[in-house]
């Protein structure tokens, strides 16, 4: 009995698997709804909301095609200049990056405010800049103009933005200097750095010292002085020996002790005075007195 049963199993099995596979050949067969087309799910071509109904405006209201190309060279150029920016925002190079750039979009601007009169005796600035609340081509020009007077690049760059001026570029050679010697002298012990790279620091620090002094200092300056001060000090922990603080020491002290010595000296001053004035009147009063001795004998 056994036996008989196994076959029976085996072949209703064998039935079970070829009626699976024939079913999944049907399925196959039959096609997909989603590459049936139906008219009532079938997607719009159009959109449903159309914003070109007023295709233009009257001429009169219309902008020239002169200003149009002036508004298209002021985008390109403000993007170009907004493109510098970005990757010169750390560290900060963004006046001797994107001078050429800044230089450029303000040629656009002030062709776009000038009173010049354009083909057919078109002016743009009241078309451009003054025919709406809000002024889209002046704010944007004015946020950028106010970066780039806060950055005072105008300090660090020739008139014209021709390029960075001569202060500009020894101190960029200074700091190359300074920050080759600390590349070299960065691995190991930091002593050795402290002692071999203290001259070109200590130049750095003196060429900043007179910029800040006759105020050629820009945004790109501050912010490389700053993080080379950051290395010295923190980053690679050097210091100025005692000998170089001497001088700094001693106005110190004599700022100090000025005050001391104004009061002591104002005090022995009028000690002065006042025996300059009781000495004669001494001497008056005691020829008196002999003079009545005198009359008495």
């Known amino acids: 009995m056994l036996p008989y049963k196994l076959d029976l199993f085996f072949v209703f099995l064998v039935i ?29 071509e159009t959109p449903v909301f159309s914003f070109s109904v007023l295709s233009s405006f009257p001429e009169d209201l219309e902008i020239s095609d002169y ?51 354009g083909p057919g005796n078109v002016s743009c600035r009241d078309s451009l800049l003054r025919s709406d609340r809000l002024m889209l081509v002046f704010q944007l020009y004015s946020y950028l103009g106010a970066l780039w007077d806060e950055s005072k690049c105008a300090n660090c760059l020739t008139k014209g933005f021709q390029g960075l001026t001569n202060d500009t570029l020894v101190f960029m050679a200074t700091l190359n200097q300074t920050l080759t010697c600390f590349e070299k002298y960065q691995q190991g012990n930091h002593t050795e750095l402290c002692k071999n790279c203290k001259t070109a620091y200590g130049s750095l620090n003196a060429l900043y010292s007179q910029m800040e ?26 210091s100025f020996t005692h000998e170089e603080n001497v001088p700094v020491i001693a106005v110190s002290s004599f700022m100090l002790f000025l005050p001391i010595i104004f009061y002591l000296s104002s005090f022995l001053h009028s000690e002065q005075k006042k025996r300059k004035l009781i000495h004669p ?11 009545i001795q005198d009359k008495l004998s």
């Not at 508004?71 to 990056?97: E, M, T």
């Not at 009147?281 to 003079?291: G, T």
């Open 16 to 44: 079970n698997v070829f009626n699976a596979s024939e079913s999944a050949d049907k399925l196959e067969a039959v096609p997909s709804l989603s590459a049936v087309s139906s008219p009532v799910f079938k997607p719009s």
């Open 67 to 117: 200003c149009s190309e002036l508004l298209h060279i002021f985008g390109q150029r403000y993007v170009a200049y907004a493109n510098c920016l970005v990757p010169a925002a750390r560290p900060v190079k963004v006046c001797q990056s994107c001078f050429s750039t800044y230089s450029s979009l303000n040629e656009s601007y002030v062709n776009i405010s000038s009173d010049k009169m």
């Open 213 to 238: 002094k006759s105020n050629t200092l820009c945004i790109d300056i501050e912010d490389a002085m700053n993080m080379t001060r950051r290395l010295w000090s923190t980053k690679f922990n050097c």
């Open 281 to 291: 009147r001494r001497a008056k009063s005691s020829a008196s007195l002999m003079n």
